[in-house]
């Protein structure tokens, strides 16, 4: 058996997800960028890394987006925690996708808050699934009273 370093395990686990894995630093700006989210958001590591996370955050979105995200740098406490987060993003074409996330705070070594990591999943499919189920539901409620 091969002896594997963890920190070449850990790039490689983090590199060749199909979920997106990114990490922005205190700023906002996207410094890690996998596969995963360049298949997700359509952008090249190349392209995204260095932007603002404005990049997959829809405009009318994006004001309580900073508002929440300064919080966080300032304190070093996010109310999310453990929970699984969802909310919209944009992709490199436009249109809208259906996100599901996990959210970590990053520390330096000297506790030190540099920024946030996230695994992000894609779940617009299974979005547009239960709103059809909700839509018939209603119109079958309706009916019966």
Do not use: C
């Not at 603002?52 to 999310?80: C, F, Q």
């Not at 929970?83 to 809208?96: N, T």
């Not at 030190?112 to 119109?139: C, N, P, S």
């Amino acid at each position: 058996m091969n002896t594997v370093s963890f920190p070449w395990l850990a790039e490689q686990i983090v590199r060749e997800n199909s979920d997106a894995i990114m990490f922005a630093d205190h700023e906002g700006a996207i410094r890690l960028w996998n596969k995963g989210a360049e298949a997700m958001f359509g952008f090249s590591a190349a392209e995204a890394e260095g932007q603002s996370l404005d990049l997959i955050i829809p405009e009318n979105l994006r004001s309580r987006h900073w508002d929440g995200y300064h919080k966080v740098m300032a304190s070093g406490v996010t109310r999310y925690g453990t929970e699984l987060l969802s909310a919209p993003g944009i992709r490199k074409d436009g249109s809208r996708l259906s996100l599901e996330f996990s959210m970590v705070i990053v520390r330096g070594d000297d506790g030190a808050v540099l920024g946030t990591g996230a695994i992000i999943r894609d779940i617009t499919a299974r979005f547009q699934k239960e709103k059809t189920l909700k839509e018939r539901l209603k119109v079958l409620e309706e009916k019966q009273a």
